[in-house]
T-cell receptor, first 113, second 114 residues
Framework: AQSVTQPDIHITVSEGASLELRCNYS??????LFWYVQSPGQGLQLLLKYFSGDTLVQGIKGFEAEFKRSQSSFNLRKPSVHWSDAAEYFCAGANFGNEKLTFGTGTRLTIIP | SAVISQKPSRDICQRGTSLTIQCQVD?????MFWYRQQPGQSLTLIATANQGSEATYESGFVIDKFPISRPNLTFSTLTVSNMSPEDSSIYLC???????????FGPGTRLTVT
């Protein structure tokens, strides 16, 4: 079955430190992959997306993600986190031609001073 | 990207009653989606709503419980019927964006059923 897995439920990072959030996918062909962020009490905001081409994609707020077919991964990274990055992060995927997104279970990011 | 608003932003409802949630988009869109996010959980797709056709429901969701209207290309409603405490969730609408499978989300409606 097609799925997206986020192995980390909760991650704590010091402000200014680097961040990597993991996402693994299970799709037959190259999927469309997305990272969304949900701040407390807010809807979801699209951070970045991968359809094809360059495997390193840049997003908003200084985030980037790398698509690695060999590892079935699409990990989200940021070189230096800010306190405002504290939020819930969701990885999502879809098959080519399928409008429906499948979401991972989310990773809650806590930033400590 | 589209700007999406939802009403109400939150509500507290009595068991057995119904609540209609509105989703308004600032541009015409073909596909709209309704999701449920239970406390501490991820998003689960309830249904896909295309203008001019009946909504398509996902497994585990039925029209009698979650009737959806899609009267035009900028508006949709989701009704949560005969509510129980298990319906306490955030309900989000989204629209298909410009890219492949890309979706933009509204701010959500936080529903508490007592």
């Amino acid at each position: 079955a097609q799925s997206v897995t986020q192995p980390d439920i909760h991650i704590t990072v010091s402000e200014g430190a680097s961040l990597e959030l993991r996402c693994n996918y299970s799709y037959g062909a190259t999927p469309y992959l997305f990272w969304y962020v949900q701040s407390p009490g807010q809807g979801l905001q699209l951070l970045l997306k991968y359809f094809s081409g360059d495997t390193l994609v840049q997003g908003i707020k200084g985030f980037e993600a790398e698509f690695k077919r060999s590892q079935s991964s699409f990990n989200l990274r940021k070189p230096s986190v800010h306190w405002s990055d504290a939020a819930e992060y969701f990885c999502a995927g879809a098959n080519f031609g399928n409008e429906k997104l499948t979401f991972g279970t989310g990773t809650r990011l806590t930033i400590i001073p | 990207s589209a700007v999406i608003s939802q009403k109400p932003s939150r509500d507290i409802c009595q068991r057995g009653t119904s609540l209609t949630i509105q989703c308004q988009v600032d541009s015409q869109v073909t596909m709209m989606f309704w999701y449920r996010q239970q406390p501490g959980q991820s998003l689960t797709l309830i249904a896909t709503a295309n203008q001019g056709s009946e909504a398509t429901y996902e497994s585990g969701f039925v029209i009698d419980k979650f009737p959806i209207s899609r009267p035009n290309l900028t508006f949709s409603t989701l009704t949560v019927s005969n509510m129980s405490p298990e319906d306490s969730s955030i309900y989000l609408c989204s629209v298909r964006g410009g890219g492949f499978s890309e979706q933009y989300f509204g701010p959500g409606t936080r529903l508490t059923v007592t």
